[in-house]
Every structure is written in C-alpha cells, then in structure tokens.
C-alpha cells in the first residue's frame, strides 16, 4: 500500500469522525438543555428558504420577505411543538425522535410537491 493513500484515507476518517462528533455533541447538548429531540429543524430552514424566496418572487421586495419569512416558520414551528411534539414530553425520547424525523419527512416532501 502506497503511504499517500493510507494519508489520504487516514484524513477522510478523522474528517468523517470529526463530523460525526459535531453532531452527537450538538444533539446530546440540545437534548440535554431543552429536552426535545428534533430532527425536523433542517426541514424548517429548508422551509424557510422557500418562504423567503417565493415572498420575494411575489412581492419584489427582499426586506419584507427578510421579516415575514422567518414569522412564517416560526408560526409553523410553533404550531408544531404544541400539537405534535408537547404530548410527548414526559415519555420515552425514541417517540420524539420518531415524529421528528416523519415531520422532516413531511416537510421535505411537501416541498417537493408544491
């Protein structure tokens, strides 16, 4: 085996697991201050985007849309932490985990169809 190769593959490893360590730190850190695990938020920025860019589309005006964007997904995003997410406080994380990731789903291919 060439000794560029086993560098090579030794740094794609330590970049993966680098990776990998960012995100179990950035979960554990969000699970263990507020208690929720969401995997839906990547679909709500997602969101957030399309809102922004269909308000600037529609209206030509980037400031409005840079204001009523981010409302937008906020008002989704609260609707549903109150009726999908907050019944399942209290019970085991595997059932947030779950719904989370079936919103995202949700959301990504909600996107995708319109």
Same mark, same amino acid.
Not at 20 to 35: C, D, K, N, P, R
Not at 38 to 53: E, S, T, V
Not at 56 to 81: D, K
Not at 88 to 104: E, F, I, K, M, S
């Given at each position: 085996?060439?000794? +560029?190769?086993?560098?090579?593959?030794? %740094?794609?490893?330590?970049?993966?697991?680098?990776?990998?360590?960012?995100?179990?730190?950035?979960? +554990?850190?969000?699970?263990?201050?507020?208690?929720?695990?969401?995997?839906?938020?990547?679909?709500?920025?997602?969101?957030?985007?399309?809102?922004?860019?269909?308000?600037?589309?529609?209206?030509?005006?980037?400031?409005? +849309?840079?204001?009523?964007?981010?409302?937008?997904?906020?008002?989704?995003?609260? %609707?549903?932490?109150?009726?999908?997410?907050?019944?399942?406080?209290?019970?085991?994380?595997?059932?947030?985990?779950?719904?989370?990731?079936?919103?995202?789903?949700?959301?990504?291919?909600?996107?995708?169809?319109?």
């Amino acid at each position: 085996m060439d000794l +560029s190769l086993l560098l090579t593959n030794l %740094l794609y490893g330590i970049t993966i697991g680098s990776a990998l360590i960012l995100i179990a730190s950035g979960l +554990s850190l969000t699970f263990g201050v507020m208690g929720v695990l969401n995997f839906a938020h990547g679909g709500l920025c997602m969101l957030g985007a399309y809102f922004g860019y269909t308000l600037v589309q529609v209206s030509g005006n980037f400031w409005l +849309s840079l204001i009523l964007a981010p409302l937008l997904v906020a008002g989704i995003g609260f %609707l549903m932490e109150a009726f999908t997410i907050r019944p399942l406080y209290g019970l085991n994380p595997l059932y947030q985990l779950l719904l989370t990731v079936g919103l995202a789903m949700v959301i990504a291919n909600a996107v995708l169809l319109v």
